[in-house]
């Protein structure tokens, strides 16, 4: 029993370390700012293990609606005695390593980070001690204006090595004694509104005068040749032609008389 305790005691540190990464991550803005969490941690019959967070991270202080924060991190936690004694004496552990999930909220909207824990030693001094630890992890600012963000826990898989070098599996979980403490605010602005280019008037187009179509020359009428005039037929006066006759024969009849 008291093995099983000291192995939970190691799992809970490790999984502490990495958590105060996460939670370091999320307290900066623009500039990298310092935070520290406290967190109740337990495993098994192990429980009320309380562990320091101490962190450093480098987030936007402002962000466009829709963009992804990436936040990454570095750390240390603070591992009690009870923890390591229980670590090293009883279990015989010697090293831990792992991943833990850290669970938070980024205004009321989920998020998960992560947090690694690299393969480090136990001390075999007692008092408490420190365990780096790195991280980060990346959501979507969704909601526009100031979003805390807060912490409620984490949970991890740790894998520690005893001084034999077996290796064995230890799951932690631990809940943040203050879960509504903000740790970092972000500001999500809106998108920028792009104005549209101007619509550029096309130019005028210039009707052009209409064409005034010429008045129709009009063709006279064909000029109709007057019928030939037909000299008057003048009848013959029959007193006029017998007397004609008559002194046509008297000049005939007097001219014959001369000849003579």
Known sequence: MRSFMNRRAVAVVATVAMSTAGLVGLASSANAASTSLKFNCGASILTNQEFVFDAEITVPAEVEVGSTINPTFTGSVTVPESTRSAAY??????????????????????IVLEADLPRAPIPSTSGAFQLSTTGGGSFVASTVGA???????????????????AESSVAVTCTAKAPGTVVATVNVVPEPTVDPEPTVDPEPTVTPDPTVDPEPTVTPDPTVSPEPTTPPVTKPNPIQTVISSILALLKKLLGNLFKR
Do not use: H, Y
């Not at 979003?147 to 070098?165: C, E, H, K, R, Y």
């Open 147 to 165: 979003q805390n963000v807060t912490i409620d826990g984490f949970s991890a898989p740790l894998t520690m090595t005893n001084s034999s070098g």
């Open 89 to 110: 004496g009883l279990l015989g552990g010697r090293f831990l390593e792992g991943v833990a999930t850290i669970n938070g909220k980024f205004g009321t909207a989920p």
